[in-house]
């Protein structure tokens, strides 16, 4: 099965990313209201950039991806940081493929968008077996760490490695 990245430029994409995420929102496994859902939904599109992502048989959005440069913490300015607000993929679509797919599509949105950015972050439920076995690779690169928050998993990684990881996938995807 074939997918397209885009990102959103477009107003028509700005609401498809919202719908498709309000449609979702109790499968993001955010463990917030969905107020404050709301606003990590809504802050790529002010602070950032959103990434839609297609199945093109048939054509229809399947995931999306939203990030921004900065924490809210240090009022954006440390935009060396890409922290990753969302990231959804439709369950029936969820496969290792279409995750290497999308991650080469991320890093190179971000590379070509603010190619300062050093480091990529995101935050995932504190003890959640799926997403541990899914971002422990992550953990393994130099310059990557995953530190407990109350309930919550900080997952730091350096872009230059998660840039050379997506590689070394998308190497072995191809062969």
Same mark, same amino acid.
């Given at each position: ?14 609401? $498809?990313? !919202? #719908? +498709? ?17 709301? /606003?990590?939904? *809504?802050?790529?599109? !002010?602070? /950032? ?11 229809? !959005?399947? *995931? ?5 440069? *900065? ?18 993929? #439709?369950?029936?679509? #969820? ?6 797919? *999308?991650?080469?599509?991320? @890093?190179?949105?971000?590379? $070509? ?5 050093? #480091?990529?972050? +995101? ?24 530190? !407990? ?5 900080? =997952?730091? @990684? ?8 997506? =590689? ?8």
């Amino acid at each position: 099965m074939s997918f397209e990245f885009r990102p959103c430029t477009l107003e028509m994409d700005y609401e $498809a990313y !919202i #719908q +498709f995420l309000l449609r979702h929102h109790n499968e993001l496994n955010l463990p917030y209201s969905f107020a404050m859902k709301l /606003g990590f939904i *809504g802050s790529p599109l !002010i602070f /950032g950039k959103a990434m839609l992502v297609f199945s093109e048989e048939p054509y229809e !959005i399947v *995931g999306v991806v939203g990030f921004v440069y *900065g924490t809210g913490v240090n009022s954006y300015e440390d935009r060396h940081i890409c922290q990753v607000e969302v990231a959804f993929i #439709q369950k029936a679509y #969820q496969r290792t493929s279409l995750f290497i797919q *999308g991650l080469k599509a991320l @890093v190179d949105l971000i590379k $070509a968008d603010n190619p300062n950015v050093t #480091q990529v972050q +995101f935050w995932t439920p504190g003890r959640d077996g799926y997403l541990d076995r899914l971002f422990a690779r992550f953990n393994t690169l130099p310059g990557s760490s995953r530190t !407990i928050v109350n309930t919550l998993a900080l =997952h730091k @990684v350096a872009f230059m490695e998660l840039e050379s990881y997506c =590689h070394r996938c998308m190497a072995a995807w191809r062969e």
